[in-house]
Structure formats: C-alpha cells, structure tokens
RNA sequence: GCCGGGGUGGCGAAACUGGUUAGACGCGAGGGACUUAAAAUCCCUUGGCCGAAAGGCCAUCUGGGUUCGACUCCCAGCCCCGGCACCA
C-alpha cells in the first residue's frame, strides 16, 4: 500500500523512526478491516459482552465533538472489557427517521431517502477514522425497510395486547403553516418558523399505555446500577403520588329548592349526582371551598346552568384554541363559574363548582377540590374571584384564626385546625384518618396517581415507519397481517405537510386504499407515521441479530447477548428514550419474547460537552467539527485528549489548548518503546511505578475516570524517562497495554514494534504485582497541635514509638514539641498528630 | 418552586472511606541547554503575601460548627450548569 506524501522531508536511513499519526492510523484501519477484529463470533464465544452506545441522528453536519466525546469513552470501556478477557460486541446504528431529517429535507428542497444515506455514509466516515471498535456488519439504520419491519411488528405486539389504543388529543396546530407542531417547535406561543399564533387541535391518536406499566418502571429503578441522576429523573418523570379520590356531591336544584343560590335548570337534573376529584391532601378537606374541572371536563357540559353556558362556552373555546404550551406556562389564573354547587362531604356545606384551565383533564380525574387556604393555585384563584379562603392547618406558631395573606403550605409541625373531630392531628396523621373516614362515609377513597402519561405514538407526517393499521368501516382498526409487513412507506416527492391536518400519505389513495385483511372489503391504511421513540425503543434488540431477517430478533443470540452489559449515553434522553426501552422490554417480557425484564444493566450518563457556555448546536454557530482536529493531531491524540479535559460523567466547556501536551506524551510513549533497551535489566523504582500506574489505570477505567488513568500514564512516563535515562523493556511493554484503549492505532504498532505478532487486544491485562507497590519505607506526616510541621521517613508498618522518636529526632519537627504531648494519634503508614 | 450536578492557582483539573506540609497530570508563563538562528526536544521554576535568606503567615464560594486534624462531615446562605414544572 503506497501512501501519498505527507512528510516535508525523506528520513536520512539512520534516522529513528519518528510518530506519524497518519500513517500509523490509517495502517491500523485496514489491518483492522481485513482482519475484522471488530466483529466478535456472535454465537461461539464464551465471555459475551455488550458495550451499547446511544446510536446517533445522522445530521447532515457531520458528527461533532459532543458525539466523539461519548462514543470515545464508551470505545475505551469496550476496548478495556476486551482486553480482560470479554468478547465484547460494541454495535453502531443511524436513528434517521423523524422531524428532524423531514424539516432539514424540506428546507433544502432534496427528498430524505437521499439525504440519509449520504449522511449515513458522511458518519460512517468519520466513525471509522475516529478508530473505533465498531462492529461494521452489523448497524442498523431505523429508516431501512429491514428494520422498520420489525418496528411495525412491535408496534403489532403492543396492539394484540390491547396496550395501543386511539383516543383523541390534541396537538399544536399552526394555521398559517397548516401543520402540526412538536411542543419545542412552539416559542411563547406562537410557531417557531412563522411566528403565528398556535392553536390546539383534537386529533384520534394511537397511544401506548404505558401507565399500566408505571408501578413496575418505578419499582425496578431499585435494581438498576443506573446514574444516580438519571433514576431520578425517571421517577420523578413517573412521578408517584399517593393521596384519595373523593366524590363531592352535585347539588341538583330540582331536588333541593330551596337553597337560595341555586337557580333551578332542568341540564342539572339530568342524573349527574357527582364529580370524582383527586388530591393528595385529604386531610385540608374542610377547608374545600369551591370544585374545580378542567374545561375539557366530561361533566361540564352537564351540569353547567342555563344562565352559566354561555361563560362556561366562551371559557371552553378560549381555552382550546391557546396551545398547549402557553396554557401550561400561563400562571395568571382564567376561569368561569358553572353555575353549580356541590356538597362538601366533610363540612356538608355548599360550594361553588368552577372551571379553569390550571386543572388539567390528562390528570388524576380532571377535578380538583381547591383548598385554597393551603395551596398556592387555588388561593390566587380564589383572591382573583373572590372565593372563600379558609385555614385548616396551622404551623407551631400559628393558631386557628391567624390570617391567611397567602397559602400555608409547610407542614413541618402543623396540625389541623377548624376540622372539627380532626382539630389537633398533625397533618400526616390527618391524611390518613380522614382518608379512612370518607372512605367509612363512602365518600372517597385512598389511591396512587402517577404524572406519567400514555405515550401518544402518532405523527401526522412523512418520514417514519407507517403505522401498520388498516380501517376497515366493518371490523374498525385491524391489524396488517405479520406477513404483510413491511408496510413500505412509498417514496413520495410531495412530502410536505398540508392544511388537512393529517399525514402527506393520506394524500396518496393508491397507497392508503386496501382491502381489509379481515373481510377482504375495501379499507383504507392508517396514515400516521409513528415516533421516532419507536424506533429507538427496541434497537439494541436488534443488533446482535443483524442479519437473521426472519425475525426481529434470535431468541439464542438474545439469550446469549442480553440484557445489554453497560450502556452509556446522554443525559438528555434520561426520561423518554430510556423510560420507552423499558416500557417495551417490559411489554416483549411479558408476551414471552424476551428473558429479561430490563435492558440496561448498567447505565452511565456521561456529561455534556458544550462551547462557550453554551451546548453546541448549529444555530448557535459553536459546534465543532472534529474532522479537522484528527486530521491535524491524528485520531489517538484526539481522543485520548477529550478524555483528559476532565471527568467523563461531568463534561465540559471545549477548547484546544492542551492537545499539544496530549500528543507530546504519545510522542514520549512512542520513543520509549522505539529506544528500549531488550537486554538492560529494568530498574526496580521504575518497576515500583509501573505497577502502581498498572493499578490505577485498572481501578480508574472501570469507573471511567479517564482524566486521572491518563494523568497516571503520563506521571509514569515521565518517571520512565527521568534523566534522560534510557527505558527497558519491561518497563515499556505493560505501558503499551494500558494505553490501547485510550489510543488504539499507535498501542498497536508498538505493539508490533516489539516483536508481537497478535492484536495488543488480544494479549490481555497486565496484572500487577502487590508486593511491588510499596517500597520499603514510608513517608509519614508529623502534625503538632493541628499543623504539619513535617514529615519522618520510616521502615514501613514503624509503629508509634519508633515514628515519635523519629519525629522527636528531626529538629525542624522538634522545635514545636515544648513540652509532653497530652495526647497521641497515630494512623499508621500516614501520620502521627502530636497535641500539647 | 422541585430534583440532580458543581464552585479548588492565569486555565482544564487532582486529592482513597475525615489523615503522608492542598494543587497530581496537562496547558499557559518565566528561565536555561542544544542551534548561526528558529522550530522541535530536553532541564529548572511557577497558589498568594512578607523576607536578602532561613523562615513565617494566608489560602479549596461565604459565614458558623464538630474534630488532634475538614476540599472532604453538620447548619445557614450566595452563585453557576442541567432537567422538570399550574401534576392538585
């Protein structure tokens, strides 16, 4: 292989052979390629090791150092677990469907099925010069027919269960655009692109209900060795929250004449007696002084009053056109009265029902009793319309008639107050006794709430997998049958979204119109595409058993391969992504297809890299493109110096200065080894050293403590070289181990420089030898009264007496010891602490 | 507001479960060697203040506390980053 000219001058013929990162690396990729060391025997080995990185979205910009920084140190994690023995499988694929490609297409004008496998090819590229250990036969790419099959077929297995299901909900409508918005693509607001005003849409949905399985995600975080971050992420994304259910009674006016503020309709006599509401603070229920439902409220319409409806109309229609977004963050209270009243169960006093959009339909039941005496919402509510405000629960320094200028929300000490028979019982103990007191009076219940929703899947646009459902006006939604999928999504040139609201597929009836697979009728094909979570929800199922396109995945090689030994991602798919991939293993468990209830062992978020400050994204101009840096420094440099910016699982602000100092220590590494002496015996400081440096790169890697297993490395080197000495071979050859994972391609051309004719990843762990690491004395640290005040050199486990003699014995110590110490400590190997 | 993670030299950062005179390693800076010169390489110095030196004092966001001993533990507060947020 002849290799373009990239040196300024020819070495002389006895000149020593210096680094060359180009050469070296690009020697190193081939021989990898042809040799495919990457690719472990899926089904034969013995020690079967799965190092899953989070797969990325193939951009047209090219991978950016954020990318590098993780993969970089998941790379040196698998390469190490192969090195220890591990036949380590460390997969890659593109996750390249989704809104993202399908704007980026539409705003230059190309077509995505061009687009991705140009940008797939771009990574591919850039993944391979970055040098690692990827199995290249065996990606994915979620947008290729051969895998989305089996993403429709998942989304198959969730509907045989009955855990997919349609409802309607809505979405964020721009109507200048004519298209559904993602909440980010909402700003304040209004559209992102055209800056009109957003409107909420009701669409029929396809939602997966993964709120039955909220109980078990939850419960199963106690067994993960996840970052502690993330797990707390994810519960409180699940967010549990105990509390009751209680009935209120609806006051029917017919019924009851008589009370004044009641004015008869014949809509409130129509059978509806009562409103379910949910709160986790039964025990303020007498200070309940009005019922809250949310405008989208099932009820409302129901016992809304005659001279009310137009109010609670106009409310309703206000309400539904402001999107979701704007709705959430509006904390200025809007509302209207319905012109009902309901029965406090507690207090058997009337109270008011109103409607107002700060209680949301998509939790707990939709209804609230406001106690706005001890909750912030309700008490700005009840000041802006002037509603009743009552205390219930008074604090250590508060009495039953101390004013409310505010809601009293600390229950730190607090007990309840005006609660009648409950006056006195601090406020956890009111919980329960006044929930088990309604529940007497059949008027509630105790129960669980979680925030977490169903996960809406629909996407009413292009790009991503069809969702495979035909309708059929006789047998409604029927499933496409397994042997029919994939349902290809067609290659369309008109791809962009329309005012009808509904996908670009539905525009194309020779695609949509089928018959039923049921009854054989005419039906026509659902034409919503899923989420791209879909996508990324199983694919770590799928990689081992890239290639057997029978099926989704082997149950041998899952078996073999699964769950996955340690994954290691971003933080910021800590709750969606990571929450949806248990969900489905989960779901696979439980119909039998898989073993394992979990699919991630092991989790580590690592941190993020930002610039200037600032994530790195495009629109802010600062990302940075690594093509460059590798081209400059050579991928080992490049890598090896990302991990020493600093901690892996913290990140940080990217810059340049310092990669010198990186390649400089390659440079050393590289003459060492080049200068070795092979007949010299190895000195026995330096050995000392070495096998220290041997154990802390061994404790540190594990723990991806890149920064201080390099730091070691470099200490060691510059042991290795003190004095312009000249290394030994044995002092060099362990050096060259320890460093393959950080820096692959130079690690195995000293490899090979010093006689080897296997992989350096082959040759195992250095072990290190624990009578080595100690010398034969210890430095022990004198303190006098609380200060240092020097340090004795004794034989090493010197008991007290000897190290107080010593310390007595060195006059820079002696002259603080004025007098007998009262006292002694001694920690041995470390310090004596002298106190007068 | 709630939940995570952080605040240590000019800079990125080290410091094991409270224990070897805090700042390893690297960058930057200063000085020197080699060179006609430069680059590269190698060697030395580099937290602050006082001092000619010996040496001393101060120093890990701030203020308290526990301890023979605190970057590390406790209490109170300030600031930065990330996530969630009208979830009843």
């Not at 690396?25 to 020690?47: F, L, Y």
């Not at 499988?89 to 390249?96: K, Q, R, T």
């Not at 299901?165 to 721009?174: D, G, Q």
């Not at 709430?449 to 409604?476: E, K, M």
């Amino acid at each position: 292989m002849t290799s373009p000219t990239q040196h300024p001058h020819t070495p002389a013929p006895d000149e020593p052979i210096g680094y060359d990162p180009a050469l070296v690396e690009r020697t190193w990729r081939e021989k990898w390629a042809q040799r495919a060391s990457n690719q472990p025997d899926i089904a034969g080995c013995a020690r079967p090791y799965y190092a899953l990185m989070m797969f990325p979205y193939p951009s047209a910009e090219g991978l950016h150092v954020g990318n590098l920084f993780a993969f970089t140190g998941n790379d040196i994690f698998a390469r190490f677990q192969r090195l220890i023995g591990h036949t380590v499988f460390e997969p890659i694929g593109f996750d390249a469907f989704g809104i993202h490609s399908e704007n980026y297409a539409l705003k230059v004008g190309a077509h995505p099925m061009e687009l991705i496998p140009k940008n797939i090819a771009n990574f591919t590229r850039q993944l391979t010069r970055a040098g690692l250990m990827v199995d290249w036969s065996r990606t994915v790419d979620t947008t290729h027919p051969s895998y989305y099959k089996w993403t429709q077929w998942v989304f198959l297995q969730l509907f045989k269960r009955g855990l997919a299901y349609r409802k309607k909900a809505a979405v964020n409508w721009c109507p200048s655009c004519k298209t559904v918005l993602s909440n980010e693509q909402v700003e304040g607001g209004h559209c992102e692109r055209c800056t009109t005003l957003v409107e909420q849409r009701a669409m029929e949905q396809w939602f997966f209900r993964i709120t039955d399985y909220a109980p078990r995600l939850l419960a199963n975080l106690d067994t993960l060795d996840w970052s502690a971050s993330t797990k707390a992420a994810q519960r409180n994304w699940i967010g549990r929250s105990d509390g009751a259910e209680i009935r209120f009674r609806i006051l029917n006016p017919l019924e009851d004449a008589g009370s004044a503020a009641v004015h008869a309709t014949s809509e409130v006599a129509s059978g509806i007696s009562e409103v379910t509401v949910f709160t986790t603070r039964p025990d303020t229920i007498f200070g309940a002084t009005y019922l809250v439902l949310a405008p989208e409220h099932p009820l409302l319409d129901l016992i809304t009053s005659a001279d009310q409806q137009a109010a609670v109309d106009a409310y309703r229609t206000r309400s539904a056109h402001q999107d979701i977004v704007t709705r959430k963050t509006n904390k200025e209270k809007t509302g209207a009265f319905t012109g009902a009243y309901a029965t406090n169960p507690a207090t058997g006093g009337l109270i008011p029902v109103c409607t107002a959009d700060y209680v949301l339909m998509e939790y707990g039941t939709g209804a609230i009793m406001a106690v706005p005496g001890h909750d912030e919402r309700d008490f700005a509510f009840a000041a802006k319309f002037e509603l009743p405000i009552e205390r219930v629960v008074a604090g250590p320094d508060q009495t039953a008639r101390t004013p409310l200028t505010e809601a009293f929300t600390d229950d730190a000490g607090a007990v309840l107050c005006n609660s009648e028979r409950f006056d006195g019982f601090p406020v956890d103990e009111a919980k329960a006794a006044i929930a088990a007191w309604l529940e007497e009076k059949h008027a509630g219940k105790a129960v669980v709430n979680y925030r977490l929703h169903d996960w809406c899947i629909s996407r009413q646009r292009y790009w991503g997998p069809p969702i495979p459902i035909i309708y059929c006006d006789d047998c409604g939604p029927v499933a496409v049958p397994e042997k029919d999928l994939p349902v290809v999504l067609p290659n369309i040139a008109d791809f962009t979204p329309d005012d009808s609201g509904v996908s670009p597929l539905a525009r194309h009836e020779e695609w949509y119109r089928v018959p039923c697979p049921s009854c054989g009728k005419k039906a026509r094909r659902e034409t919503d595409v899923s989420d791209t979570f879909l996508d990324s929800g199983w694919y770590f199922l799928r990689y081992p058993s890239v290639g057997h396109d029978d099926v989704p995945f082997d149950a041998t090689i899952t078996k073999k391969w699964l769950p996955v030994n340690s994954y290691i991602g971003g933080n910021e798919h800590a709750v969606l992504h990571l929450l949806y991939s248990r969900f489905l293993t989960m779901v696979m468990y439980d119909a039998g297809h898989v073993h394992f209830e979990e699919p991630f062992t092991t989790f580590r978020a690592h941190g993020l890299i930002i610039r200037d400050g600032a994530k790195m994204s495009k629109s802010k101009g600062n990302v940075v493109n690594p093509d460059e840096y590798i081209e400059e420094w050579g991928a080992d440099t490049f890598r090896t110096y990302l991990m020493f910016l600093g901690p892996f699982e913290e990140g940080g602000d990217f810059r340049d200065a310092g990669i010198s100092g990186v390649k400089r220590f390659l440079d050393r590494v590289w003459a060492s080894v080049r200068d070795a002496s092979a007949t010299d015996e190895p000195d026995q400081a330096v050995m000392r050293k070495l096998h220290q440096t041997i154990k802390k790169v061994g404790d540190d890697v594990p723990v991806l403590a890149y920064n201080t297993a390099i730091a070691a490395m470099m200490e060691y080197v510059n042991v290795l070289r003190s004095g312009e000495r000249k290394p030994r071979r044995a002092e060099v050859e362990p050096l060259v181990q320890l460093m393959a994972p950080f820096a692959p391609h130079i690690a195995e051309e000293l490899w090979q420089m010093l006689g080897h004719d296997i992989s350096v990843f082959d040759s195992g762990w250095p072990a290190f030898d624990a009578a080595r690491l100690a010398g034969g004395t210890v430095k022990i640290a004198v303190q006098v009264n609380g200060k240092t005040r020097g340090m004795v050199v004794v034989a090493e486990g010197a008991d007290e007496s000897t190290v107080y003699a010593a310390a007595l014995a060195d006059a820079g110590i002696a002259k603080f010891v004025t007098g007998e110490p009262t006292k002694r400590v001694f920690v041995a190997g470390r310090l004596l602490s002298l106190v007068l």
